[in-house]
């Protein structure tokens, strides 16, 4: 049995949804592969990588790009900022993971992350600009295939 997840977001709760997907998937020994295109791409950052992007439009998207996983905001209620502060707070006392340890349980269980290369080249992200953890830098075709071979394939 195979998942993936074309993870098109950059939401918090959106994003914490496909990684508790692929969790549970890898934790049932399911194996799943998360490809992140577009806004999903921030995830992937590391935290307040230096911007390499050329051009006016590129740079504008980086400078208004939240900057890693640790700075995503909330697709409702996100109050300038303050949504994701408290929800980080109720997460804490909750003692559940945020997407930062979510990556890495992610990892630690077996999920394959993707970074798409176009939206990287479309945005001005550059490999340098990305977490350790990322598997591959592919495009759609590579997703395809993937997805190709799998029961179940979610888009978030």
């Not at 399911?30 to 990588?49: C, D, H, Q, S």
């Not at 900057?67 to 409702?76: E, N």
Request: glycine share 8%; hydrophobic share 50%.
């Amino acid at each position: 049995m195979k998942v993936t997840l074309v993870v098109f977001s950059g939401d918090m709760d959106k994003v914490m949804a496909a990684f508790n997907i692929a969790i549970g998937a890898a934790s049932m020994g399911i194996e799943a592969t998360m490809f992140f295109t577009f806004w999903g791409i921030n995830v992937l950052k590391r935290p307040n990588p230096p911007s390499k992007a050329k051009g006016f439009i590129r740079s504008m998207l980086s400078m208004m790009s939240p900057a890693s996983a640790h700075k995503l905001p909330l697709s409702r209620l996100n109050m300038l900022g303050m949504g994701p502060l408290m929800m980080k707070k109720l997460m804490k006392q909750y003692k559940m993971p945020d997407v930062p340890e979510m990556i890495s349980l992610a990892k630690n269980g077996g999920v394959k992350l993707i970074a798409c290369t176009t939206t990287m080249e479309l945005m001005g992200v550059s490999k340098d600009q990305l977490i350790d953890e990322v598997d591959k830098l592919a495009g759609v075709a590579t997703y395809l295939s993937k997805a190709s071979e799998a029961n179940i394939n979610l888009f978030v």
